[in-house]
């Protein structure tokens, strides 16, 4: 069964500081791994999108790696800030298939 | 990107009672997708909304409970039928396009069952 584990469930750091979240996976044959970041009452907007032969990926204080050997993948908030606080869910795509299966998330919470 | 908006927000209803839901995408998309966000949950793929034919469900759904209609390329909606405290949870529409290779959500629908 394809999995998705996600750690820490939550987190709680201080603002400007740097932190990151771990993702692993069982999903195989393996297509593309995302990153969302969720709002409280919103819904996931994407932060990355990796396939096989991408190991690192940024979107301006987010960078994701990937480890395809492995099947891990990490999230990097650098300089977090007060609205970096939601829900990091990682999601991962099985090739062929237009499903995908997610993580349970990581609650960060950026304190002052 | 594709921006999608859902109706309602939110909404608060009896036992027994039916709710439908819209998504309506601002482009054509190929997929749409409908998922369940229980509390403290991550997301759950109900169904995927097929254009012109039935939807095509998950393990645990069914479409008594859940129908779906996609009359189009833009439009989908969700019923959550006969409706129980345990179908408190945030329903969220979510689209594939044509040439990306990530999935939009749309801002989710709040449903509490009393």
């Known amino acids: 069964k394809n999995q998705v584990e996600q750690s820490p469930q939550s987190l709680i750091i201080l603002e400007g500081k740097n932190c990151t979240l771990q993702c692993n996976y069982t999903v195989s044959p393996f297509s593309n791994l995302r990153w969302y970041k969720q709002d409280t009452g919103r819904g996931p907007v994407s932060l990355t999108i990796?396939?096989?032969?991408?190991n690192t990926k940024s979107n301006g204080r987010y960078t994701a790696t990937l480890d395809a050997d492995t099947k891990q993948s990490s999230l990097h908030i650098t300089a977090s800030q007060l609205s970096d606080s939601a829900s990091y869910i990682c999601v991962v795509s099985e090739k062929g298939y237009s499903t995908l299966t997610f993580g349970k998330g990581t609650m960060l919470l950026v304190s002052p | 990107s594709a921006v999608i908006s859902q109706k309602p927000s939110r909404d608060i209803c009896q036992r027994g009672t039916s709710l439908t839901i819209q998504c309506q995408v601002d482009?054509?998309?190929?997929?749409m997708f409908w998922y369940r966000q229980q509390p403290g949950q991550s997301l759950t793929l109900i169904a995927t909304a097929n254009q012109g034919s039935e939807a095509t469900y998950e393990s645990g759904f069914v479409i008594d409970k859940f129908p779906i209609s996609r009359p189009n390329l833009t439009f989908s909606t969700l019923t959550v039928s006969n409706m129980s405290p345990e179908d408190s949870s945030i329903y969220l529409c979510?689209?594939?396009?044509?040439?990306?290779?990530?999935?939009?959500f749309g801002p989710g629908t709040r449903l509490t069952v009393l």
């Open positions: 990796m396939t096989f032969s991408e």
């Open positions: 482009s054509q998309v190929t997929m």
């Open positions: 979510s689209v594939e396009g044509y040439s990306t290779d990530t999935q939009y």
